[in-house]
């Protein structure tokens, strides 16, 4: 007996506690009923700042029915509770208060008790002046109407035996479920198995109570017991058995014990329970002897939803009791209370139905545990990555700075680098290996420059072109020794040949051509062919370094301003707003969001500096969309010191023929540029129609800075910026002259230097209703 208690015994850490509280379940200590069970009612007593030391019995009464036998077959189960010397009983569920009530009554009329989670009880208050409680009726009606609403197969069965305390279950769930115009209660048998799905009946829920303690019942009740109705019954179970297992219907959980874990333990998806029990646990799909054989063991969760009282609730509403008895207050002027009762559902069991469920379809309606973080906070989550996103960008834009004062530096190393290669060259000539040669009459012969002896070492010219001159050289051999017919211009030419000894040279020949000889000088250049090979692989890396730089500047800025209105529309959601709003900011969060996928995606895939390989996905679009959606995207970008105005066309709506996210990023870009050069007044996006031209105008006029005509001719160059002291790489003007010269439209702008800008650009209208993709 003591090993069983310690067991299920929890004592507060507080020491002197100034009083002692003996928790009594009715089960074992596994699930909710353990440690959760334990450290929610410890901080609930701590929150009210009681100075209590609590100890938990777990009385197990699924398993034994009579738990505390000594060796005598004595109960002592009295005797147990009063070794605590609690001050207050805290009593647990259904099971453990019927005990108690069917054990002497004298706990109940000397110690202050507070029940809870009971369903069902012919408990009377005046009986008992020192109790008090909280009363869980199951509402069966409900759990059916949800069993109905979530299209599970047939109809429901519920699990419910006969005796004890269930009797009066029984009658409660028959009261809760009595409307006839929804409901049949199919409890005598009156309709067969075979009947549940008739089209008869598709306007009410039938719902049968069967029992698998004493299923000789399950059967039309009669007074007589011939063996005709035991057989009924006996077969009725195994019918209902079957079906369940078969998934043609489903179970309706309003007790926690074996029978009924039997029937819950044949279902095949999760179920529905009307009762705190066991929701969130799991259940194993095999028996033993299909594991015995070698089938794959799993779990899936036992239900997936219900209308119950949970488990905090059961425990916040005891220990306010609690604490109202043991400051003083007289248990009996304290009348019974009813939990409150919600929705609720279990995510794991949600992702293992057929189809998955939503989880956007249900979170109003139910309270959903289990949860991960990315699916129950998504605004939340797609703010953070997209903060992120923009702390990367702004590390790119930081780099990217860093790389284009780099860059000037390394032009300025590799004008020097030139410099010193001059003198270099100089210093090769000087001491370098050279010789003089002559062509007459088919011959070749040699004369070292270092040397004053006559012409010598003679060779016949297609001899000596076998032997000594490399063949990627033959060309030009044949060209400076007149072998084939060449421009007499050509005075210089690089072949590779080898000397006497057998070494290889590259060699540097100038040459003059008379009318029957041809003389010339040749001079080693091995160290200058070095040279260069090393300054184009130089050259090869720094375009590379050029062409990544270039490459981060374009994803950066093109990104910039999807990415802030994601942050920006996130932020208003979450701070709260109509319905209305919500569902336009949801809408232009997930536009923004493609818009975004879309210019990542094509930069992982063409990773260029221009916009020679930029795909384009042309189609039909309206203009009024195009260009109202910038306006809602870069509302809430404008800075809060300019007004930010709207000049949309006043006639009908117009379609072109364009792609909606590159022409969006040239109308994002010239308002960034507005919104930063701006520095009061306004800004203005708008758009009209030209008829004569045959085309709409889309326009961002500011009453900024201004450009001078001397600055205007940068303004189309990458990285071109007018003079002044404002923060950016100046990206943005060439890609959008490019984005629109490739829809075939037209691209200008008009400036004063102090009073502002206007930028344009044209695209034809298409009068086609046909739409088409490039």
Known sequence: MLSLLSCGMNAGNRKDPDYTVLVLHSYNDMGQEGSYFRNYMENRFRHHGMNVAIYHVYLDLIHKETPFLNENGEDRFVDTVRSYNPDILLINDDLAFHYILNKEDVLLKTIPSVFAGVSASTFVHQDYPLVTGWRDPVDLAANCNLYRNLNYPGNPIVELDWGGYQDELRDKLYSNIADTTVFINNSDFHLEYSDLSSEKYSDRIIVSFVTMADPERNRRLRADDDADLINEGLRNSDIGKSYTFEGRQGHIQV??????NSLIDLTRIPQITAIREQFGSFSNLLGANEIEAGENYYERPKFLCGYFTSVETQISDQVHSAIRILNGENPRDMPLETHQKDYY????????????????DYQEQFKIINVPFVVANRTLFVSLVALGVIMVAGLLSFFTSVRFRKRNTQREEALELLRQETQRRLLVLEGSDSFFFKVKDGKIGFLHSSRSERFTHEFELEEYSKEFVAPESYGSFEICTGLVPADTEKSKVRIRAKTLNDVWHWWEVSYRRNENMIIGFAVSVDKIVEFEKTLQESAVRAEEVISKENFIANITHDIRTPLNA????????ADGCSPEDKVLFATLIRDNTEQLLDLIDEAVRKPVDSTDSMSFKIRRISTAKLVNDSYHTNRILCPSHLKFKFEPYQGDDVMIMADPIRTSQVINNFLSNAFKYTLQGSVTLGWTVLEKEGCIEVYVTDTGIGISEEDSKLVRQRFGMAKGNYKGTGLGLDICY?????????YGFT?????????WFRLPIDNTKKESAV
């Open 345 to 360: 559902m279990d995510w794991n069991a949600m992702i293992q139905m057929d189809p998955p469920l939503n989880y956007n």
């Open 738 to 746: 490019s984005i629109i010269e490739k829809q075939n439209g037209e």
């Open 566 to 573: 994601i942050s920006g529309f996130a932020q208003l959601l």
């Open 255 to 260: 007790k926690y014990d074996l029978f009924s």
């Open 751 to 759: 400036s004063k230097l102090g009073e502002g800008s206007r930028f």
